[in-house]
C-alpha cells in the first residue's frame, strides 16, 4: 500500500520558471510534513516544513501548501534556478520519529 | 551546531563478509538516531532507531542489526552481506520532529 505519492516522478524548467511539485497521504494521523532536497551522492537536507495547523509557509523562494481536507501538499518553487536541480521528496509523519518518505520527483532546471 | 559524521564514505565488499558502518553525531546531547537505507535512484526507507543509549527499535531489518555503545554513535552491522544489501545507508538526527541527514555511506555488494 503505497501511503505516500508524489507527482510528477519528473521534471523539468526552464531557468526562472517556477516549479510545483505535489504530495499525497493516506494516513489522517500525520501532522507535520516536512520536504527535503536531496543532491546526488549527498544526504537529504531539510528544506521546508509546515505544521497540520498551517496552510502555507513560505522561506525565500520555496513556499509549501497543505490542504488537509485532500490530504495534499504542494512545493512551490519561483525563479527556478539550475541549483535547484535535486530530487525532492516529502516525508509527513506524526513527529513521533517514524518518517514515510516518498518516491521523490527528480527537478532538472535547464539554464 | 550540531555535526554528524559517517564512515566509511564508501565500501566495497563480497557477498558473505560482515559489515560495520558507523555515525557519529557531535553538538547534541541525547539525540534520537536513525539509520535509513536507499537503492540508487530510490526512496529512503527507515531500519533502526534509538532514542538512547543501548536502545534499538527495528523497523525493517533487512536481515541487518544496529546498536548504540554511546550516546553519540550509532553502529550497523551484518555478519553475511548479500547483493540487496548495496546501496546510500544514511545516518541521521533529529532535535524537535526535523531530521537531519548525514552524508552517507555507499555501500556496494559483489
Known sequence: QQQVRQSPQSLTVW??????????????TFNYFP???????????????????????EDGRFTTFFNKREKKLSLHIIDSQPGDSATYFCAPNTNTGKLTFGDGTVLTVKP | AQTIHQWPVAEIKAVGSPLSLGCTIKGKS??????????????????????????????VQLNLSASRPKDDQFILSTEKLLLSHSGFYLCAWSGTGEQYFGPGTRLTVL
Open chain 1, 15 to 28: 531557468e526562472g520558471g517556477t516549479t510545483v511539485l505535489t504530495c499525497s497521504y493516506e494516513d489522517s
Open chain 1, 35 to 57: 520536504w527535503y532536497q536531496q543532491f546526488p551522492g549527498e544526504g537529504p537536507a531539510l528544506l521546508i516544513s509546515i505544521l497540520s495547523v498551517s496552510d502555507k509557509k
Open chain 2, 30 to 59: 541525547s539525540p534520537n538516531l536513525y539509520w535509513y537505507w536507499q537503492a540508487t535512484g530510490g526512496t529512503l526507507q527507515q531500519l533502526f532507531y534509538s532514542i538512547t543509549v543501548g536502545q534499538v527499535e527495528s523497523v
